[in-house]
Structures are given as structure tokens and as C-alpha cells.
């Protein structure tokens, strides 16, 4: 009995004193062996509304594919970066982002001042300019003929904004969709006079249908040059300077002009490609 009471008192003297020594080796070794195996790189989350072909879309097998992503996906690789894309709707883009369910988004967004108060943008990588679609058969000549008009755009881009402006914001006339290409489609079907659109986006469209027979206006006057950026949550500065590392190196290296030139068939107009 006593040899028994003396060795469990033995055993618990000798457990208390390991136990002082463990507790803090225990998570050294554990911190060592994981270190050996590397830690599995971040994956950044992506998003973009693929439905703006040529830009971002999803091909027949339902990948998202397109200038954006050949060009994000080739920033990655030289920003030393690992991403996924996530389709994600227009409307709800930019919330994503400040949520934090997408590290970056590249979905043909223009570079605004009153975006830059919410979000950050990379160095501009396309330049663009709004594009006014019609009928073949349509008098329009110029934006301010759309005063009276009924007009599609997609809700809450820049084409939204401009006509907005050009016919108040209590305008009935204005009609808005979640994305360009059920824009265009109404305008087909003749619910709307015109759709106001981002020009690579509207030229896609009309070369692709052409038995659809619309026309394109340009505008020069009454559009402002825009010019797209890769959006990072705002602050979010390490991840920002990575893109911009990637977006320089592509340009330099001739990358950039090769993704343009598969996505275009042309050269990028030195324009097209601000440095
Ligand atoms: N560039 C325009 C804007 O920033 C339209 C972009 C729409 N992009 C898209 N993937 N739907 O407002």
C-alpha cells in the first residue's frame, strides 16, 4: 500500500516536473517540422463579372477566360503571386472587395476619383472610352441626340454615369441592366434606342452579331478618356505593390503587347499601354 501511494506520488512529482518542461518545447517542435514542408502559399481571390467579353467572360466550358486574365494571370507570375478567379456580379463587386471575400478585382474597371475614395487602383493597364451602340438605321450622330432617347447601360458603370448626367437622375428614360451584354440584347429587340458602353466591349458585340446590324457612334467630345485598374482593398499597399511589380514587368518584357495582340489581332497602340 505504501509502495503503491509512494510510486503514484513518484509518478505525479515526475509528471508535473515534465509537464513544466513540455509546455514549452511542445510548440517549438511542432513549429519546426511544418516549416520543412512550407507552408502552402495564399492564393489571392479574384473577382470579376465575366460578362464583358473580350475582356472577362466564360468560355463553353464554363472558365473564365479573356484579356483580364491572360493579363492578371501573367501579373501574377511576375509579381511572385498566386491567384484564383471568382465569378462575382457587377453590382455587388465593389462590396466584395471592402469585405474582403475578394483580394483583388480586374473587370474592366475605370479608374474614377470617387472609386479611388473606397478602394485602390494598380497602375492603369487599357485605356478606354465610352462607345454609343444603335441600330443601323438610327439618326444618332452624337451623345447629346440621346437626351430624349431611351437608353440601356449596365447599372452603376460609367456609361450609367454619363447618362445620368446627360438626362438627370430622375430620368424615366434610362433604363439599367446587371450587365452589357441584356443591354444590348433589349436594344436588339428594340426596347432601348441605344446602349452607352466601354468601346472594346460594344465593338466585340457588334463584330460578333452581325445579324443583329448595329452601328457604333463615337463621341469624343462628350466622353473623357478612361483607363482601367486592378482594384486592391483600400490600404491594402504590400498587395498593391506586388500587382504593380507584375504590370511593369509584362509591359517591359513584351508580355502585355502579346495578350493584346491575342485578344485584339492588332498591336497595342502605344496608348493602349500607358507606361
Ligand atoms: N469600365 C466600366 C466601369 O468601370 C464598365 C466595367 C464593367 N465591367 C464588367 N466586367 N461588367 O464602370
Known amino acids: 500500500r505504501f509502495l503503491k501511494a509512494s510510486s503514484a506520488l513518484v509518478a ?14 511542445a510548440p517549438a517542435a ?10 502552402p502559399a495564399k492564393v489571392y481571390v479574384v473577382g470579376t463579372d465575366a460578362a464583358y467579353a473580350p475582356f472577362e467572360y466564360q468560355n463553353e466550358k464554363g472558365e473564365i477566360v479573356g484579356f483580364s486574365v491572360d493579363l492578371l494571370t501573367a501579373v501574377a507570375e511576375k509579381g511572385g503571386f498566386q491567384i484564383k478567379f471568382v465569378n462575382t456580379p457587377w453590382e455587388g463587386i465593389f462590396n466584395a472587395l471592402g469585405q474582403g471575400d475578394r483580394d483583388l478585382l480586374i473587370s474592366s474597371i475605370t479608374i474614377t476619383d470617387e472609386r479611388k475614395q473606397t478602394m485602390d487602383f494598380s497602375d492603369p493597364y487599357f485605356d478606354a472610352v465610352q462607345l454609343i451602340a444603335v441600330k443601323e438605321a438610327s439618326k444618332v450622330t452624337k451623345f447629346d441626340d440621346l437626351k430624349k432617347l431611351k437608353v440601356g447601360v449596365q447599372t452603376g458603370t460609367t456609361g450609367d454615369e454619363v447618362v445620368t448626367k446627360l438626362q438627370g437622375k430622375t430620368s424615366a428614360n434610362i433604363k439599367r441592366f446587371e450587365s452589357t451584354p441584356l443591354a444590348l440584347k433589349e ?62 514587368a509584362m509591359k517591359a518584357d513584351g ?21
Request: some cysteine; charged content about 15%; glycine content about 8%.
Open 30 to 39: 511542432e513549429a519546426s517540422a511544418p516549416a520543412s514542408a512550407a507552408a
Open 12 to 25: 505525479g512529482l515526475v509528471l508535473a516536473a515534465c509537464g513544466k518542461q513540455d509546455a514549452p518545447a
Open 187 to 248: 436594344l436588339e429587340a428594340g426596347g432601348v434606342d441605344a446602349v452607352v458602353a466601354d468601346n472594346g466591349v460594344v465593338i466585340h458585340y457588334v463584330a460578333n452579331n452581325p445579324a443583329v446590324k448595329f452601328k457604333t457612334v463615337a463621341d469624343t467630345k462628350s466622353f473623357a478618356p478612361e483607363q482601367y485598374g486592378v482594384a486592391v482593398k483600400k490600404g491594402n499597399a504590400e498587395l498593391l505593390a506586388m500587382v504593380n511589380k507584375g504590370v511593369a
Open 255 to 275: 508580355t502585355y503587347a502579346a495578350i493584346y495582340k491575342k485578344t485584339f489581332g492588332t498591336e497595342p497602340a502605344a496608348a493602349a499601354a500607358p507606361a
